[in-house]
């Protein structure tokens, strides 16, 4: 949904989500993607996040976003594609910063939306062999609130060099009261 080779910030075109979603229960059904790393429902958004990321809230981040906050697709490898996977009624949509640059190193993470559960997964997938990313992972509701990964801003990756996920990692966020 965006090619690499993108010296400054931008956004990906406006994307139709292939289920029903509900982002802080809220329903969603569309989305765009920045090259910096940052996936908003608020698809009315002109400012495009910066490739430094920083603490959340943050006022440059849009309302109802999730963000790999710090990757940037300045690469000519560097893409943002999509893919679904599972059957009608608990499918997850993936969102994938496919060698995606970190520094001089490549990296590739993604987040994923699950229907039914309106689950969000930001899920570290694999990197170069010297590569140390810092990066904000978390959701952003509004300038007020947000739930940022513990790390973030300086968050590294955990997955290794492995394409397949054998040593991914992921965050987990479920919306609504949570048990003990």
């Known amino acids: 949904i965006l090619a690499g080779n993108n010296t400054t910030p931008t956004w990906s075109t406006t994307q139709t989500l292939p289920f029903n979603f509900n982002f802080n229960g809220i329903a969603v059904n569309q989305y765009k993607v920045s090259s910096s790393g940052v996936l908003t429902f608020n698809t009315s958004s002109i400012a495009v996040p910066s490739y430094t990321n920083s603490v959340i809230p943050n006022n440059t981040i849009p309302d109802n976003s999730i963000m790999i906050w710090g990757i940037q697709g ?10 679904n996977f599972g059957s009608a009624g608990s499918k997850q949509h993936w969102i994938s910063f496919a060698s995606y640059t970190f520094g001089n190193y490549w990296t590739y993470w993604s987040i994923v939306l699950e229907e039914g559960s309106d689950k969000i997964y930001i899920v570290d997938q694999r990197h170069s062999t010297n590569a140390t990313v810092a990066i904000t992972a978390g959701i952003q509701v509004d300038n007020s609130n947000a739930l940022m990964v513990n790390g973030s801003p300086q968050l590294s990756n955990l997955a290794g060099t492995d394409a397949t996920p054998a040593d991914n990692h992921y965050y987990e966020f479920t919306y609504g009261s949570q048990n003990a």
């Open 74 to 83: 300045t690469g000519s490898n560097d893409e943002i594609v999509t893919k």
